[in-house]
């Protein structure tokens, strides 16, 4: 049973620098895995921040960055602001066709 | 724009079946693979099933493998989710995606809004 992990919770304060990861219960995050991190606020879909490990989509702030930290996928917040206090998932690439989400981390901004 | 509208949520029984769909719009349909990804309510993000592009193959999460099936008509430019023998564990909402350019690096490029579909007796 392949299992992604992420930390369930973090805060960081306004204008810090927040890492959040995503690991593998069964090896290595590799680029191989093709890490993406989405931000979902309640109510919303999720949006894509991260794909492919660090490129941003379209619009995203630079801010945003993403990165393999040792064995795992990483997501690094540079001078976090209130409105990205936001849930953050991460997904990885396993085989033939199957993704599987991280349990995501509830990020918060105080 | 690419827009994606989920329709079909509602309230069934478990045992029963019901079917989704995903009204594609603002791009070409047959160039991209798509996803249904779900989200029961208060966890987190799960993945459902994949399509390619072609509709040639598809892929499922082991929760869901035997009783829910992806398809689409070009057609329509809609996407479906099939969904059998549902169980209560199979409440949440619903989203299609769509691929970006290349579904290994960008699998989930637009999201819908979502449907919900509740398994209750």
């Known amino acids: 049973q392949t299992v992604v992990t992420q930390e369930p919770s973090f805060s960081v304060s306004p204008g810090g620098t927040v890492t959040l990861t995503c690991g593998l219960n069964?090896?290595?995050?590799?680029?191989?895995?093709?890490p993406n991190w989405y931000q979902q606020t309640p109510g919303q879909a999720p949006r894509t921040l991260i794909y492919?490990?660090?490129i941003r989509s379209s619009g995203v702030p630079d801010r945003f960055s993403g990165s393999i930290l040792g064995n795992r996928a990483a997501l690094t917040i540079t001078g976090a602001q209130a409105d990205d206090e936001s849930d953050y998932y991460c997904?990885?690439?396993?085989?033939?066709?199957?993704?599987?989400f991280g349990g995501g981390t509830k990020l918060t901004v105080l | 724009q690419v827009q994606l509208v989920e329709s079909g949520g509602g309230v069934v029984q478990p045992g029963t079946s019901l079917r989704l769909s995903c009204a594609a719009s603002?791009?070409?349909?047959?160039?991209?693979?798509m996803h249904w990804v779900r989200q029961a309510p208060g966890k987190g993000l799960e993945w459902v099933a994949f399509i390619r592009d072609d509709g040639s193959n598809t892929y499922y999460a082991d929760s869901v493998k035997g009783r829910f099936t992806i398809s689409r008509d070009t057609s329509r430019n809609t996407l479906y989710l099939q969904m059998n023998s549902l169980r209560a564990e199979d409440t949440a909402v619903y989203y299609c995606?769509?691929?970006?350019?290349?579904?290994?690096?960008?699998?989930?490029?637009?999201w819908g809004q979502g449907t919900l579909v509740t398994v209750s007796s």
């Open positions: 995606a769509k691929c970006g350019g290349s579904c290994y690096s960008i699998p989930f490029d637009y």
């Open positions: 069964s090896g290595s995050v590799s680029i191989g895995h093709y």
């Open positions: 492919n490990t660090n």
């Open positions: 997904v990885l690439y396993m085989r033939s066709g199957i993704r599987v």
């Open positions: 603002g791009f070409t349909f047959t160039t991209y693979g």
